[in-house]
């Protein structure tokens, strides 16, 4: 079974920046793809980054194109999002979790970690 844990959100002012980091456990072989979801208030859990471990290829929604950067580092089992040039619309938690296949409907999300972004 795999096991997730965010850290790293805080509170920023807008155009400042935060890094995320995702420790995870229990993947059996290095051919996954793992990602960062967030959700707003009043609004549904949207993707915003995934990365194919054993590739390196990135994929990030177009809201987030050029301000973030996620990365892995294997030997600590840690994924992380560097969010740069920060915007209000920014605010969420941000959870991580598997992107290929992206969690369904049912999935627990966990308690992410909480970024709030000031104007």
């Known amino acids: 079974e795999v096991h997730v844990k965010e850290s790293g959100g805080g509170l920023v002012q807008a155009g400042g920046s935060l890094r995320l980091s995702c420790a995870t456990s229990?993947?059996?072989?290095?051919?996954?793809?793992i990602g960062w979801f967030r959700q707003a208030p009043g609004k549904e859990v949207e993707p915003v980054s995934c990365?194919?471990?054993?590739?390196?290829?990135?994929h990030y929604a177009d809201s987030v194109k050029g301000r973030f950067t996620v990365s892995s580092d294997n030997a600590k089992n840690t994924m992380y999002l560097q969010m740069n040039s920060l915007k209000p619309e920014d605010t969420a938690v941000y959870y991580c979790?598997?992107?290929?296949?992206?969690?369904?409907?049912?999935?627990?999300w966990g308690q992410g970690t909480q970024v709030t972004v000031s104007s």
């Open positions: 229990g993947f059996t072989s290095g051919n996954y793809a």
């Open positions: 990365i194919v471990n054993d590739d390196g290829y990135t």
């Open positions: 979790a598997s992107c290929i296949p992206p969690p369904g409907s049912n999935y627990d």
